[in-house]
């Protein structure tokens, strides 16, 4: 018996892992490892939101669109045998939102050989006479919406100097969506008026 004490004695004075020692480290990686996976399924929530607002912003902003409604038609000063004015019909694409037709809301760009003018729908621009935004058909608000039918004249003469066979562009930027470019080559001889599809 007393070999016996003797060795418990010595087993005592040795160093060890005990179970509870092992189940405390246990619990602590266990603690760790779960914070870890919090945080990467926290960042990947994130990273899935964020791809969804781009998403959404991105078919909002396909979704509202304007398109040419027919002719583009010129008008020729006949005394002067320059073109008085341009004018473009547009209308909302199929199944598309409402577009916002607003002075400081729609941008209208005029370009040509000669001249860029990167808004020509402002305030003064309209007092003065030198465009025209308005419905021809609908319901009187200022908002282009589906099975309405708008138009856009432009006074060229007063802008620019376009001549035979000068091409010409005017870009119409809603709030949202796409932009429409409609981009024209004049005639070699000029009419009185001028079918420019």
């Not at 990947?44 to 959404?56: I, P, R, Y």
């Not at 006949?78 to 694409?93: F, P």
């Not at 808004?119 to 935004?133: M, R």
């Not at 562009?169 to 000029?190: D, H, M, T």
């Amino acid at each position: 018996m007393k070999d016996y004490l003797k060795m418990l004695v010595r087993r005592r004075g040795k160093k060890g892992l005990t179970g509870l020692e092992t189940a405390i480290i246990l619990i602590a990686f266990v603690i760790v490892a779960s914070a870890f996976a919090f945080a990467v399924l926290n960042l990947g929530m994130f990273t899935t939101q964020k791809s969804a607002e781009a998403m959404q912003a991105g078919l909002q902003e396909s979704l509202s669109s304007i398109e040419v409604a027919g002719a583009v038609i010129a008008r020729v000063d006949t005394t002067t045998n320059k073109v008085a004015n341009i004018t473009i019909q547009i209308k909302s694409a199929v199944g598309k939102q409402p577009i916002d037709m607003s002075i400081g809301k729609l941008v209208i760009a005029y370009r040509d050989t000669e001249v860029f003018l990167e808004n020509i729908y402002t305030q003064d621009l309209q007092t003065a006479g030198k465009i025209e935004v308005s419905q021809v058909t609908g319901d009187g608000d200022t908002v282009l919406e589906y099975g309405e039918l708008w138009k856009i004249v432009i006074k060229i003469d007063e802008l620019a100097n376009l001549d035979p066979n000068e091409v010409f562009a005017v870009e119409i930027k809603p709030p949202i969506g796409s932009l429409l470019k409609v981009e024209r080559r004049l005639p070699p001889a000029f009419d009185p008026v001028m079918d420019l599809t």
